[in-house]
């Protein structure tokens, strides 16, 4: 059998080592490209080939392998994906013969349209909260129909009227057989997500006396992607903490729910949107705002999240950023009159630890931060410090 060795000299490559790799004229692993220049967060191919000294292609097998994983990564069918800006080297090789290779230079840019974060104004204003203003004597026309009841608690479809028109939809979990007045609390999922997303923490809170509701988003009710990245994006964060508002009347419409026992409790984008409801709502009594961030904005502007928006055209992606920019959480959480739990991760692979800490940081104080060393998903541990929490400030039954 034929010894496989490295190309020619004319595109002698370098070695793992930085040093240069010995051709043969036998067989040769070439790459179709000299050069890749990528945009951040963008993809490409390598196309490659192994031929004989006969000029034969053989198709076997080929491992990749980038040298600064940082700038772009490759994956086993040689697809590269930049990461942050600079230059780096894509090496593949023959599986079975690792001393066949040849290598690209890729280079990876910043295009020249806008994604750098945007001078969101400063804190909200009188005139940018009464954006999510609504009759709240408006109808709420609630309907409510009983699904199970699992250890005392009435697990119950809902649906209301939106003042951003149509109804809302969720689910309330309601502890009957608990007498007297009780704490009530509103739950809002992630992105993607449902009201049922909910069900297991809602019905942990409802069998420790609370009467929980969680509400679909509106994007939860419509087809399509949650984020358009269009001015509907804008239109439905505004809907969204109107939702929330009518969830906490019809809280507040229920004989049973102690009016000055009302929590918020929202997970990931679930808690970004609450950073922008507690700066809203004036009735809650505490808020717990686990795994969030400042909003989309902030997230997509940041040191790792551009990869959201660095797909979209140019003209798409500023328009976007202009309209959500005003009613981004960030700038109203620091008008929040209840006090703040927020949780987050560490090794959160969604959000990163920079976009937590800058919600923290424009958060009333004192604000309960804390840092759980774990992915997205948190732990038992987080799950235990905002009952606890919960339990302080509404009254959880033990």
């Not at 595109?11 to 051709?23: H, K, N, Q, R, Y």
Request: glycine share 10%; charged share 15%.
């Amino acid at each position: 059998m034929a010894r496989l060795a490295a190309a020619s000299a004319a595109s002698a490559l370098l070695a793992c080592d930085g040093t240069p790799v010995e051709p043969t004229t036998e067989t040769r692993l070439a790459l179709s490209q000299d050069s890749v220049v990528v945009g951040l967060y963008q993809w490409s191919p390598l196309t490659a080939a192994v031929r004989d000294a006969h000029g034969v292609i053989h198709y076997v097998p080929l491992r990749y392998a980038s040298r600064d994983p940082g700038v772009a990564t490759v994956d086993g069918n040689g697809m590269v994906t930049a990461m942050a800006v600079g230059a780096t080297y894509v090496v593949a090789s023959v599986a079975s013969h690792p001393e066949v290779r040849d290598s690209v230079r890729v280079r990876v840019h910043a295009d020249s349209c806008s994604g750098v974060r945007p001078d969101f104004g400063g804190p909200a204003t009188a005139a940018d909260r009464s954006l999510f203003a609504y009759d709240v004597k408006a109808p709420l026309n609630l309907q409510k129909t009983l699904e199970s009841t699992i250890n005392g608690v009435e697990v119950s479809a809902v649906s209301f009227s939106s003042p951003g028109g149509g109804p809302v939809t969720g689910v309330m979990w309601d502890p009957v057989g608990r007498a007297g007045l009780r704490p009530g609390m509103v739950l809002m999922h992630g992105l993607p997500g449902t009201a049922r997303s909910m069900t297991g923490l809602a019905q942990s809170y409802a069998q420790r006396g609370a009467v929980v509701i969680a509400i679909d988003a509106p994007f939860s009710r419509r087809t399509g992607p949650p984020l358009t990245f269009t001015d509907q994006d804008r239109t439905e964060q505004i809907q969204v903490v109107v939702d929330l508002q009518r969830a906490v009347d019809v809280l507040r419409s229920r004989s049973n729910v102690d009016l000055d026992r009302i929590a918020y409790a929202g997970f990931s984008w679930g808690g970004a949107t609450g950073a922008l409801f507690v700066g809203i709502e004036r009735r809650l009594r505490a808020a717990a705002l686990v795994v969030g961030h400042g909003g989309q904005v902030s997230h997509a502007t940041g040191p790792v999240g551009f990869k959201i928006i660095a797909h979209l055209p140019c003209a798409r992606r500023v328009a976007w950023i202009r309209a959500m920019a005003p009613v981004e959480p960030i700038r109203f959480v620091g008008n929040a009159n209840v006090p703040l739990l927020l949780q987050n991760g560490t090794m959160d692979e969604f959000i990163p630890t920079a976009d937590a800490a800058e919600l923290h940081a424009a958060a009333p104080q004192p604000s309960d931060v804390r840092w759980y060393s774990t992915p997205h998903g948190l732990n038992q541990q987080a799950v235990a410090d905002r009952l606890k929490w919960l339990q302080e400030r509404i009254g959880l039954d033990p």
